[in-house]
């Protein structure tokens, strides 16, 4: 996959790049940051010109821009007509022409499909945000003609993007380049363009993805994820992430929240929209930057836990079983409960209960490790199954006795019939990995609780929907 460095600094060298007009007087600098910020913001402004092309429908079912107005500016009618845009160099004001297509009709097909499998629909893409949005830029290689990387040793490279500045704006000379020391831990792979993100002050390498390196090894895993523990194995281990960390991050983001809540009560606002409408402190605003800063770095962790997870797991089994979750329905809402006697008034729905449990799962992103093991199961050649998780925590791995007693706890699971007593999560992926050996067998995942009537209710594998007393 794509292969991301930390930038440790940046240097300017040749002409002092033209910035545009400022206050009536063309501006120059050799500033790193303000160099950095300037190709940032030329390639967002480029971004939403060609952003504000698209259309959205208005109260009357007609096409409008999503903007109000429609800048269909080219490359060089943008340059003549916005100076900061002169000197930024053709193959990064190029990018944003196959980025913002391929972001919109992304979205699109994703509508579509969320439609048709009866799930909630997310939002189309909109502009891009100086405040919102990282700063960044892409710019393509295009074999060689800009973005090159060269290696000063083992662990530190430098990649030069050129430029020129337009003719009347040549005070010292015309060509100038920016180099930018990366610091690497692996060879870089040949890429296709360069993602900078001048507010993580990192650069992303985009390349193909290699196959894995991997030898058989004939084993085979059953998975079950969950909250307590984000991984199970059907062998007994476990693969927590650093909840240590994230309880930290945590607990600081909840202290900045509760320091911004104190802000909006001093100016005397009922509301944050209110808060928002009056204008916001530069306080709030600051500590509205951190709280940002801790959420992406929340992610991160939780990115980089569950990819080196996954990758352990591709290498050490040649064949993987999970559970077919649905995530977005284990995280939905509660359903809200009006009272009939009572117009307006609404019962105890749960949803103060089921909100921590909702927080849990999206901490421990149950969808991201299926979407790796999917495509890293791929690279690598290995099997992926996904199997009906219905009844998975309730039954037996062992006598198969499937009943709802069987949990003592959240973490305890012992069988009511054969007393077999272990780890609820291991069990649950036990279970897992059987229905994925019999998946490949091509037997029936449900088995039939051994009885004397045929009309009895199964007790035994998926179809089991209520307990019985043990079967002798």
């Not at 990366?182 to 001048?198: A, F, K, L």
């Not at 900045?256 to 104190?262: E, S």
């Not at 050649?381 to 069987?406: F, H, M, W």
């Not at 019999?438 to 089991?464: E, F, I, K, N, V």
């Amino acid at each position: 996959m794509s292969q991301k460095v930390h930038i440790t600094c940046v240097k300017v060298r040749g002409a002092i790049p033209y910035l545009g007009v400022r206050d009536g007087e063309p501006g120059y600098s050799r500033d790193p940051d303000t160099v950095m910020v300037w190709l940032c913001d030329g390639w967002r402004t480029r971004y939403n010109q060609l952003r504000s092309t698209r259309c959205k429908y208005g109260p009357s079912r007609t096409l409008i821009p999503i903007g109000g107005t429609v800048n269909d500016l080219t490359v060089k009618q943008a340059r003549e007509q916005c100076s900061w845009l002169a000197a930024i160099p053709s193959l990064i004001l190029e990018s944003p022409t196959k980025l913002e297509a391929v972001e919109w009709y992304a979205s699109v097909k994703r509508r579509k499909t969320q439609r048709r499998q009866h799930q909630p629909v997310g939002r189309m893409p909109k502009f891009k945000s100086r405040k919102r949005d990282p700063l960044r830029f892409v710019c393509w290689h295009n074999n060689g003609r800009n973005a090159l990387y060269r290696k000063v040793n083992r662990t530190h490279g430098i990649v030069s993007i050129t430029g020129q500045n337009p003719r009347g704006h040549r005070p010292d000379g015309a060509r100038w380049t920016i180099e930018i020391h990366v610091r690497v831990s692996e060879p870089i792979r040949d890429y296709t363009s360069v993602n900078v993100n001048w507010t993580a002050r990192t650069l992303t390498f985009i390349n193909a993805p290699q196959p894995l390196a991997v030898q058989p090894t004939g084993s085979m895993a059953g998975i079950d994820r969950g909250c307590k523990h984000q991984l199970a194995l059907s062998d007994g281990t476990f693969i927590d992430l650093p909840k240590t960390k994230l309880d930290k991050i945590d607990k600081e983001i909840r202290r900045r929240q509760r320091a911004q809540a104190r802000k909006m009560k001093t100016a005397g606002c009922k509301n944050l929209r209110e808060y928002k409408q009056h204008g916001p402190s530069k306080r709030y605003e600051r500590e509205q930057g951190e709280i940002r800063r801790l959420h992406r770095k929340a992610r991160n962790i939780v990115m980089d836990h569950t990819h080196k997870a996954t990758t352990r797991l591709v290498k050490e089994h040649d064949v993987i079983v999970l559970e077919a979750l649905k995530v977005a329905n284990m995280t939905r809402r509660a359903k809200p409960k009006p009272d009939q006697n009572h117009k307006g008034v609404y019962l105890p729905n749960g949803q103060a209960a089921k909100r921590k449990l909702n927080h849990s799962m999206n901490h421990a992103n149950l969808g991201l490790v299926r979407e790796q093991l999917a495509y890293k199961s791929k690279l690598a050649g290995r099997t992926l199954i996904e199997v009906n998780p219905a009844y998975t925590s309730q039954t037996c791995s062992r006598c198969g006795y499937c009943a709802k007693d069987n949990r003592e706890s959240q973490a305890v699971f012992q069988c009511k019939h054969c007393g077999m007593r272990m780890n609820a999560d291991t069990n649950a992926a036990i279970n897992i990995l059987n229905r994925g050996e019999r998946h490949l067998t091509g037997m029936d995942d449900a088995r039939p609780a051994p009885s004397t009537s045929d009309t009895q209710t199964p007790t035994w594998g998926m179809d089991a929907v209520l307990a019985s007393e043990p079967q002798s």
